[in-house]
Structures are given as structure tokens and as C-alpha cells.
């Protein structure tokens, strides 16, 4: 019985024990559960503490599309309570207004959930919504699907691009506006990468080349088109090429080159080139940066102002070799006819005078010319119809060409006058015929053009002429033509391509006389393309009171007479000549040797008529004139000069202008002028 007991109370005490265990494991088991549900407290209060805390706007969604939670940031940032949307279907209405664009939303976070949902990454759209204020705001919106207690629901995570957007636009606009100067300018712009490949160039450099830029991106220089001795430089000729400024801006040098030319569309033009290094922030160099300005018109103005200044500063030299030289002619002439009337009964002596006096006629046929190139040979200007002369010497000119050369007349009827010199326009067209024949040994054409034309300024720098209204004359060749050296000297007096048997007088005649006329000449020609002298004449606007000087086509008594003479010259040698050729038409002569003295005889003796050179030290012969007239108003005035000068042509009569005479004359012709003077009313 004992035993049986004592098994009982052991069972008893075995089932205690278990249940004791089970009780222990039992409050094991809550306790483990306590303390995940603290945790998960503790998790879910860290979660919504971050969210809250954040500075980016959140949502919560479940998976019956109702919003349930919008943390602080997002209420901030579009002004939306939970009351305000509390479903998708709210937020859709509300914040995309637009029935169009609220569609293509909703496509669009549908395909964006479903890629995050089996990828657990999508990229986030970029979407414009309406805030509760009306404004809008450009956000980038994304979903993650939750886990543990938010089993179902979504994270919606916005983030404000609004001002990156604004600020990116305004980025593409600089951008925009810059990429617009750069290929809006006239300037060669390019980058080169370290192996000097184009990756970048403008419109100016594409068309340059002649390629479309995308075209060009990755090539080198050579396979882009230019020429291989402009890229690789050629030593013997002074080309530094290309490549050798690369590889210099590579090395890190700024490289500048004021002189650089390139061959393009077979015409070369001369390039101011800028290549500076392009470098990163560690300080190592990735590729080129060029500027290359196109300088080629700047560069034929300057050789054109060089030439200007070169045949101004020829023109004074020639002026005053040949004002002086023409003084002595006039002293060797004059003489010679002195000599002529002495000699008359004895043949010998009167050849040789001839002689004397021919050889002084040729040398003032040459002073001519070179007071022509000077721009001071005194002109006899009138209006003058360019058609009209061109009609009258055609049959001249067509025999002067010969019957192997054509000569084509191209003429404006309604051309306008100019203002000139007849004889001398005559002499300039004559030489340029006689240089077309020249160039055209075995026959050709010769074409003479007139227009009227405007130039404006552009068109007149090269010339050194004033913008305006201008009669053109075109002579036109199909010679044999000229290269640029020879074009660069064709003005210069002596100059010629015929050798002995030319005295490159001819077209430095004609450059003279056009610029003393305020016009201007260009030369174009190519070698075997033949050769174009266009020549510009203001025009003249004529009246019917326009006048011009007959005396010397008037028949008149050169008889001398009784009358007193004062006679200027600092040429003592020419004073006395004039003197004795006066003396012996039996006229009184009084002289003096400068315009102080004249003025001093003149207030002390009674002087009929006044004879003064033009050019003298001190006081010209013009203002001697006008000092002689302010106290001496019916004095008659006689001006003789070898030198064009308008110092004082707005000072003086026209007619005194207009009367001067031109050295060296001859007596006869000085003999008409006084008495015509003398006998005038």
C-alpha cells in the first residue's frame, strides 16, 4: 500500500515538474512575444519619427488605396491634409486637374508600381502637380511597398525638383544663348581633344571646311580636308603648321599666331589664331580650345593703306622733283625760242636750237606725267560726258588695238556727268588700251563699260574715297593677266613689265589723274584670266551757267604794249626770262623775287597786271593774290604755276583759277594771256 502511495506521489510529482516547465516555457514565450512587440513599438515609433523628422515629403497608402498618414513636410509642401485627400482617387483630381495629363499620371505611377513591385527598383517619375494653393510644383515621385505591421501599404516619396528645374532651365538657356554666339559668330571656333580630334567645332569653322559638323567630330585636321603643308607646317616657307600650335597649347602654352593661312575654296585667307590648353581640375590638360579670326580683309586694307602711304610719299618726291624740273624748262624752252628768232637766217643754228627746244618738249611730255602721278599736275576740269568722249576716240582706239582685238562698247545712256580734265581721261584710257594690247598678243576682246553706281562704305575703304554716288568706267581684257606682285606695283612711276621698251610712267599717269579727280581706280586680275581697271569719277550736277575757260581758242592780238607788269618768281633765271620776254613786246616790268616785295612795289608803284608763281617760300602766289586784291580790287591778276595747289580754292576767284597758266608755256601763249587781261572790260 506504502508503495503504491509512493509510486502516486512520484507521478504526481513528474506531471508537477512538466507543468512546472511548461508554465516556465509558457512565460518564456510571452515574455519573447513582449519584447517583440516592444520592438516592434519601438520600430514602427523610429519609422514614423524619421518620416515626420524628414524634410521630404511622404505618403501612406494601404492596398484599398486609401491615403492614411502625410508627414509634416508633405502637408508643408503642397498644402494638403489627410481630409483633403483621403484616397488616391482624391490626390489624382486634386493635384493633376488637367483630365489629359491627370491620365498619363496615372498610366504612369500604375507601370511604375508594378516595376517596383517586381524589381524592387523603378525610376522615378517626373511629374508637375497642383498644389492646394494652385501654384505647381515639379517633383520626382516614387513607391516602395512595405513589410511587418504595413504589410499592403506604400511609401509615396516626393522629392521638390521645382528650383533645380527652374535652375536647369536657365542653364539650357545659357546654354542655348551661348551655343546660338558661338555658331552665330564669324570667328573659327573648335576643340580638340588630346589626340587632336575635332570634338566640338561651330558653324563658321563647319563651313570653313566645307564639311557638316557632326561630320568632322573625331577627325584630325588632315582628315577634315586642310591642307596637309598648312597642318604639318612647312619649314623652307615659314609655315609653322597646325599641329605644332596644338602641341604647344597641349604642353600648356597659350599660342597665338597673328599670321595664319589657309587655303579655302581656292582662295587663301589669313587667319589671327588663339589655342589655349584646356584643362581639368587636377590640373591636366584634356584637349585645345581655338579662336581663329578671319583678318583677311583687314589684312588688304592695311597693304592698302601701306600702298596709299608709299604712292602719297612717292607723289610728294615726284611732285617736287618735277615742280623744280619744270622750272628749269621753262628756262631752257623759253630761251630756245629767244635763240629760235635770233637764228632764223642761219640754218645751222636754228636746228640746233630745234633740237634744244624738241628735247625740251619731250622732257615736259615726261614732267607732265609725273605731276600727273603726284596728283599736282594743273588740270583743265570741265563737265565732261564720258559716253560722249569714249564715241568721239573710238575709231582711234580700235586702230590703236589692231584689227586682231575687239573692242566692245557697253555704255549707260543715262550716265552722269563728271568733272575732269577731257584730254587727260582720253591719255588714261589710251594707255590702258595700249597695256590690253600688250597682254593679247595673238588677238582678244577688250570691253568698256560705264554705270552709275553707290558706293557705301565698305565699298570705298580700300579705295580711300568717300561714300556716294560715282560714275564707274570698266575696262576689261581677256589677256594673259597679271599675279599679285605685279599688281602691287603697276601704280609706282618707272614700274613696267614691257622692259626697254616701256617707261612705267603710264599707269602711275593714270592713278595720278583719277585720284586728283577725288576718284579711285582697282586693279582685279589673275594670271591667264585677263584683267579688269574699273575707275570711279564723282559725277558733276551741271548747270546751264557752267563755265569754262576759252582764251586760248581765241583769236587775239599777242602785239605788246605800254603797260606795267610785275612779274613774281623766287627762279631768278625764270623771273628773268619772263622779264625779257615782256621787255621786248615793249611793256614796262617792274619784279620781284617773293610776295613780300610784290606787296611793297605794289603800295609804291602803279601796276597794271600781276604775274606771280604759284608755289614760293613764305607766302604762295595765292595768298599774295588774295592780299593784292583786298587793297588793289581791279587789279588784273595773272597766276602761273607748274604745280596744282587748292590750299586756297575756296579763297580765290574761279576764273583766276581757271586762267592760270601751266609750266613750262611758251611766249605765245603767256603773250595772249596778258593782253586778253589787259584789254578785258
Same mark, same amino acid.
Given at each position: 500500500?506504502?508503495?503504491?502511495?509512493?509510486?502516486?506521489?512520484?507521478?504526481?510529482?513528474?506531471? +508537477?515538474?512538466?507543468? @512546472? $516547465?511548461? %508554465?516556465?516555457? !509558457?512565460?518564456?514565450?510571452?515574455?519573447?512575444?513582449?519584447? &517583440? /512587440? *516592444?520592438?516592434?513599438?519601438?520600430?514602427?515609433?523610429?519609422?514614423?519619427?524619421?518620416?515626420?523628422?524628414?524634410?521630404?515629403?511622404?505618403? +501612406?497608402?494601404?492596398? @484599398? $488605396?486609401? %491615403?492614411?498618414? !502625410?508627414?509634416?513636410?508633405?502637408?508643408?509642401?503642397?498644402? &494638403? /491634409? *489627410?481630409?483633403?485627400?483621403?484616397?488616391?482617387?482624391?490626390?489624382?483630381?486634386?493635384?493633376?486637374?488637367?483630365?489629359?495629363?491627370?491620365?498619363?499620371?496615372?498610366?504612369?505611377?500604375?507601370?511604375?508600381?508594378?516595376?517596383?513591385?517586381?524589381?524592387?527598383?523603378?525610376?522615378?517619375?517626373?511629374?508637375?502637380?497642383?498644389?492646394?494653393?494652385?501654384?505647381?510644383?515639379?517633383?520626382?515621385?516614387?513607391?516602395?511597398?512595405?513589410?511587418?505591421?504595413?504589410?499592403?501599404?506604400?511609401?509615396?516619396?516626393?522629392?521638390?525638383?521645382?528650383?533645380?528645374?527652374?535652375?536647369?532651365?536657365?542653364?539650357?538657356?545659357?546654354?542655348?544663348?551661348?551655343?546660338?554666339?558661338?555658331?552665330?559668330?564669324?570667328?573659327?571656333?573648335?576643340?580638340?581633344?588630346?589626340?587632336?580630334?575635332?570634338?566640338?567645332?561651330?558653324?563658321?569653322?563647319?563651313?570653313?571646311?566645307?564639311?557638316?559638323?557632326?561630320?568632322?567630330?573625331?577627325?584630325?585636321?588632315?582628315?577634315?580636308?586642310?591642307?596637309?603643308?598648312?597642318?604639318?607646317?612647312?619649314?623652307?616657307?615659314?609655315?609653322?603648321?597646325?599641329?605644332?600650335?596644338?602641341?604647344?597649347?597641349?604642353?600648356?602654352?597659350?599660342?597665338?599666331?597673328?599670321?595664319?593661312?589657309?587655303?579655302?575654296?581656292?582662295?587663301?585667307?589669313?587667319?589671327?589664331?588663339?589655342?589655349?590648353?584646356?584643362?581639368?581640375?587636377?590640373?591636366?590638360?584634356?584637349?585645345?580650345?581655338?579662336?581663329?579670326?578671319?583678318?583677311?580683309?583687314?589684312?588688304?586694307?592695311?597693304?592698302?593703306?601701306?600702298?596709299?602711304?608709299?604712292?602719297?610719299?612717292?607723289?610728294?618726291?615726284?611732285?617736287?622733283?618735277?615742280?623744280?624740273?619744270?622750272?628749269?624748262?621753262?628756262?631752257?624752252?623759253?630761251?630756245?625760242?629767244?635763240?629760235?628768232?635770233?637764228?632764223?637766217?642761219?640754218?645751222?643754228?636754228?636746228?640746233?636750237?630745234?633740237?634744244?627746244?624738241?628735247?625740251?618738249?619731250?622732257?615736259?611730255?615726261?614732267?607732265?606725267?609725273?605731276?600727273?602721278?603726284?596728283?599736282?599736275?594743273?588740270?583743265?576740269?570741265?563737265?565732261?560726258?564720258?559716253?560722249?568722249?569714249?564715241?568721239?576716240?573710238?575709231?582711234?582706239?580700235?586702230?590703236?588695238?589692231?584689227?586682231?582685238?575687239?573692242?566692245?562698247?557697253?555704255?549707260?545712256?543715262?550716265?552722269?556727268?563728271?568733272?575732269?580734265?577731257?584730254?587727260?581721261?582720253?591719255?588714261?584710257?589710251?594707255?590702258?588700251?595700249?597695256?590690253?594690247?600688250?597682254?593679247?598678243?595673238?588677238?582678244?576682246?577688250?570691253?568698256?563699260?560705264?554705270?552709275?553706281?553707290?558706293?557705301?562704305?565698305?565699298?570705298?575703304?580700300?579705295?580711300?574715297?568717300?561714300?556716294?554716288?560715282?560714275?564707274?568706267?570698266?575696262?576689261?581684257?581677256?589677256?594673259?593677266?597679271?599675279?599679285?606682285?605685279?599688281?602691287?606695283?603697276?601704280?609706282?612711276?618707272?614700274?613696267?613689265?614691257?622692259?626697254?621698251?616701256?617707261?612705267?610712267?603710264?599707269?602711275?599717269?593714270?592713278?595720278?589723274?583719277?585720284?586728283?579727280?577725288?576718284?579711285?581706280?582697282?586693279?582685279?586680275?589673275?594670271?591667264?584670266?585677263?584683267?579688269?581697271?574699273?575707275?570711279?569719277?564723282?559725277?558733276?550736277?551741271?548747270?546751264?551757267?557752267?563755265?569754262?575757260?576759252?582764251?586760248?581758242?581765241?583769236?587775239?592780238?599777242?602785239?605788246?604794249?605800254?603797260?606795267?607788269?610785275?612779274?613774281?618768281?623766287?627762279?631768278?633765271?625764270?623771273?628773268?626770262?619772263?622779264?625779257?620776254?615782256?621787255?621786248?613786246?615793249?611793256?614796262?616790268?617792274?619784279?620781284?623775287?617773293?610776295?613780300?616785295?610784290?606787296?611793297?612795289?605794289?603800295?609804291?608803284?602803279?601796276?597794271?597786271?600781276?604775274?606771280?608763281?604759284?608755289?614760293?617760300?613764305?607766302?604762295?602766289?595765292?595768298?599774295?593774290?588774295?592780299?593784292?586784291?583786298?587793297?588793289?580790287?581791279?587789279?588784273?591778276?595773272?597766276?602761273?604755276?607748274?604745280?596744282?595747289?587748292?590750299?586756297?580754292?575756296?579763297?580765290?576767284?574761279?576764273?583766276?583759277?581757271?586762267?592760270?597758266?601751266?609750266?613750262?608755256?611758251?611766249?605765245?601763249?603767256?603773250?595772249?594771256?596778258?593782253?586778253?587781261?589787259?584789254?578785258?572790260?
Amino acid at each position: 500500500m506504502t508503495g503504491k502511495l509512493d509510486q502516486k506521489s512520484k507521478d504526481l510529482e513528474r506531471e +508537477l515538474a512538466q507543468a @512546472q $516547465q511548461q %508554465i516556465i516555457e !509558457l512565460e518564456s514565450l510571452l515574455q519573447s512575444e513582449k519584447q &517583440y /512587440e *516592444l520592438a516592434q513599438q519601438q520600430s514602427e515609433n523610429k519609422f514614423n519619427a524619421i518620416i515626420n523628422a524628414s524634410p521630404v515629403p511622404y505618403a +501612406l497608402n494601404d492596398e @484599398q $488605396q486609401n %491615403i492614411t498618414y !502625410l508627414n509634416p513636410a508633405f502637408i508643408k509642401a503642397f498644402g &494638403y /491634409e *489627410l481630409t483633403d485627400i483621403p484616397t488616391l482617387h482624391d490626390w489624382w483630381h486634386k493635384a493633376y486637374p488637367d483630365e489629359e495629363y491627370r491620365k498619363w499620371v496615372v498610366n504612369a505611377w500604375q507601370r511604375h508600381m508594378k516595376t517596383a513591385k517586381q524589381t524592387n527598383h523603378a525610376i522615378p517619375l517626373e511629374i508637375i502637380l497642383q498644389c492646394k494653393d494652385k501654384t505647381s510644383k515639379t517633383v520626382l515621385a516614387s513607391a516602395a511597398s512595405l513589410s511587418g505591421s504595413f504589410e499592403g501599404a506604400h511609401l509615396v516619396i516626393l522629392y521638390d525638383i521645382t528650383e533645380r528645374k527652374k535652375t536647369e532651365r536657365k542653364l539650357n538657356q545659357a546654354v542655348l544663348l551661348l551655343e546660338n554666339i558661338v555658331n552665330s559668330s564669324p570667328d573659327l571656333i573648335f576643340v580638340k581633344n588630346s589626340q587632336l580630334q575635332t570634338i566640338f567645332c561651330n558653324q563658321a569653322y563647319a563651313r570653313a571646311v566645307g564639311k557638316n559638323r557632326e561630320a568632322m567630330y573625331g577627325n584630325t585636321d588632315i582628315e577634315n580636308g586642310w591642307d596637309e603643308e598648312l597642318v604639318n607646317g612647312n619649314p623652307e616657307k615659314g609655315i609653322r603648321g597646325f599641329v605644332h600650335d596644338d602641341r604647344d597649347a597641349l604642353s600648356g602654352f597659350d599660342v597665338h599666331n597673328p599670321y595664319d593661312p589657309a587655303n579655302i575654296d581656292g582662295e587663301v585667307r589669313i587667319f589671327d589664331t588663339h589655342k589655349i590648353p584646356l584643362k581639368d581640375t587636377n590640373n591636366t590638360t584634356l584637349g585645345v580650345l581655338g579662336v581663329a579670326r578671319d583678318i583677311t580683309e583687314r589684312k588688304h586694307a592695311e597693304e592698302q593703306l601701306r600702298h596709299s602711304q608709299k604712292m602719297d610719299a612717292l607723289g610728294k618726291l615726284t611732285g617736287g622733283i618735277a615742280h623744280d624740273f619744270n622750272n628749269m624748262l621753262g628756262v631752257i624752252l623759253g630761251y630756245a625760242e629767244l635763240l629760235q628768232n635770233n637764228f632764223s637766217s642761219d640754218p645751222k643754228s636754228s636746228k640746233y636750237v630745234q633740237e634744244i627746244h624738241t628735247a625740251g618738249e619731250r622732257a615736259k611730255a615726261l614732267t607732265s606725267k609725273l605731276l600727273a602721278f603726284s596728283r599736282k599736275q594743273p588740270s583743265d576740269a570741265r563737265p565732261c560726258q564720258i559716253n560722249s568722249l569714249l564715241k568721239r576716240d573710238q575709231n582711234m582706239l580700235v586702230k590703236t588695238l589692231t584689227a586682231k582685238i575687239k573692242l566692245n562698247l557697253n555704255l549707260d545712256e543715262q550716265l552722269w556727268l563728271t568733272f575732269l580734265d577731257e584730254e587727260m581721261l582720253a591719255d588714261s584710257i589710251l594707255n590702258i588700251c595700249i597695256n590690253s594690247m600688250h597682254a593679247m598678243p595673238e588677238g582678244g576682246e577688250l570691253e568698256i563699260i560705264t554705270q552709275n553706281i553707290h558706293l557705301n562704305a565698305i565699298d570705298t575703304q580700300s579705295l580711300s574715297m568717300l561714300p556716294g554716288d560715282y560714275v564707274q568706267l570698266t575696262m576689261t581684257d581677256n589677256g594673259f593677266g597679271m599675279d599679285r606682285q605685279i599688281k602691287e606695283h603697276i601704280f609706282e612711276p618707272f614700274f613696267s613689265t614691257k622692259g626697254e621698251t616701256g617707261t612705267g610712267l603710264g599707269m602711275s599717269q593714270v592713278y595720278g589723274f583719277i585720284k586728283q579727280t577725288g576718284g579711285g581706280i582697282q586693279v582685279f586680275s589673275e594670271p591667264d584670266q585677263g584683267t579688269s581697271v574699273v575707275m570711279y569719277f564723282p559725277p558733276h550736277y551741271a548747270s546751264e551757267k557752267d563755265q569754262v575757260n576759252m582764251v586760248d581758242s581765241v583769236e587775239i592780238n599777242v602785239s605788246g604794249g605800254n603797260e606795267t607788269i610785275l612779274v613774281v618768281d623766287d627762279e631768278i633765271a625764270l623771273r628773268e626770262l619772263t622779264e625779257e620776254l615782256l621787255r621786248l613786246q615793249g611793256y614796262q616790268v617792274l619784279t620781284a623775287e617773293n610776295a613780300a616785295q610784290a606787296l611793297h612795289t605794289l603800295d609804291t608803284a602803279s601796276v597794271d597786271l600781276l604775274v606771280s608763281d604759284v608755289i614760293m617760300p613764305e607766302m604762295d602766289g595765292y595768298q599774295l593774290a588774295i592780299e593784292a586784291r583786298k587793297k588793289h580790287p581791279t587789279l588784273k591778276i595773272q597766276m602761273v604755276s607748274g604745280y596744282n595747289d587748292k590750299h586756297y580754292i575756296n579763297e580765290v576767284d574761279e576764273i583766276l583759277q581757271q586762267q592760270q597758266l601751266n609750266k613750262p608755256f611758251n611766249s605765245e601763249i603767256l603773250l595772249k594771256r596778258i593782253r586778253f587781261l589787259l584789254d578785258e572790260d
